[in-house]
């Protein structure tokens, strides 16, 4: 059992942190006896009653001056080193004079941030970091995009884990990935546009025909695109008049496609509630062209065959991220076409503040999808897992972590395909080390001219399957993930070759199973089970 003496500001957002590292632990009790102790208030008390001790802060407390160690004035944000793995830190560090063993150094450099303390009446590692201040900014704010590729949060997870290793301290997790799996997969699809026949002399349109002629060839010349591509977006704007008029298929519905192309997968389409509204961004209006053209109740005939196939539909929200008023009202209009009471939401355009998880569990909503990148793919949260955010106590947040637009726009990373599939790959084997779920958002419209960037999609949907990927919709990796976070550990006994574990749940059954993961004298044993128990 690990103990935690933390401030009591901090509590909620320890109490997250063990939901993503699910292991026993408990707030720190006195006089009661534990493996672990990771303390992070100022003043410890004397009479701590623990095997080993771990102690997080960023600035000198007494404690410190006992063990004989000196702590520097505290620098805001840096990298750090540990086992070769580089981890940025985004509040307040310091650097250490300690006699032990060092564990954590600021980057390139000699100076340490963390270590053991030679001589301690127990053995105690001093990091000089608050771990839950970072992970409470990673959880509300997010990391820049300069490093959405690296999962800090989970890197704060597994150093614990180390340091845990390194103090024999025996433990057991529910890790983030059902058993017998690398990964879950989650393929969603935000519909900004159902059919290009919607838009006639507006902003779409003349984009359209811009950048399938004039863009299509720049790029063909550079290298960017392939000639027969470009010949393809050529005929596509040439044949836009007989669009229109309605002699040609409208080319960019392109839902029975994505269904030949997921083969079953479950995908998630998230769409926009009202036609012509373009929401608003803080006090002022947004962009028009944000507003979008088709009306929900036209597309009740796509939104009926994509339930029928197993698909989900969610809410892509224009100001449900605002006020509980517009989020009522847009899940109303949902509710009205799908008749489904669980919905989820990802804003459109990404719009979003701290408070809007609370707004959209208020509103009705059981998860959101809008924490992520316009302008990069990877890790807005540093985790591969889903989360509850700070500000809620039921809703949960999946994350997005590869954007089709992120990737390809010319004002964002502007990659080449060979170079998209090269970042995508790495964040594939992030989630293959590190479990969780991949999830990935590609618009309606990318198949089609003048983007055509299906091709680009069946190689990314071709690399996730060489893992063993669960493929689930929102809702039901959502699900998932709160079923692991209702499991309870009611006993846990280590034996020499193993440990018996009681484990309680209030969900009744799971069609995944989880695994419970053994720590024990330098081994590791995975043995699966099932929440048809309580």
Known sequence: MIGVLSRDSEARTVQEFFQLFKTPWEFYTPRKKYDLLIATQDELPEDIHANAMVIYQSHAIETDGQMGIVVASPQKGGWLEWQDIEIPVYGDFSILQLSGRPLIRRRRTSDIVGGMVGGSERPTVRIGFDLFSEVAFLLSQGQPAENAQIPTLDLHISLLQAIMDSLEVTYIEVPPVPQGYDFMGCLTHDVDFVGVRDHKFDHTMWGFLYRSTMGSLAKTLTGRLSWSKCLRNWLAALSLPLVHLGTNKDFWLEFDRYSEIERECGSTYFFLPFKDVAGTLGETSAPKRRAAKYDLAETKEE??????????IGLHGIDAWRDIESARAERSRLFEVTGRADLGARMHWLYWKEGSPKTLQDAGFTYDSSFGYNNAIGFRAGTTQVFCPLVADYLLELPMNIQDSALFYSDRMKLT????????????RT?????GTLTVNWHTRSLSPERLWGDFYIELLKEIRTYRVWFGTGQEI???FRKRRELTFDSVCFEENGAQVTLGSSARHSEASFVVRIHNSGTVTDMPIYTDCR
């Not at 009926?304 to 989900?312: A, P, R, Y």
């Not at 989630?431 to 479990?435: A, D, N, Q, S, T």
């Open 303 to 312: 939104i009926t065959k994509l339930l029928q196939d197993g698909c989900e």
């Open 417 to 428: 395909e060979d170079e998209a599939l090269s970042a995508c790959k790495d964040i594939i």
């Open 431 to 435: 989630m293959r080390g590190l479990g």
């Open 478 to 480: 959502v699900e998932w």
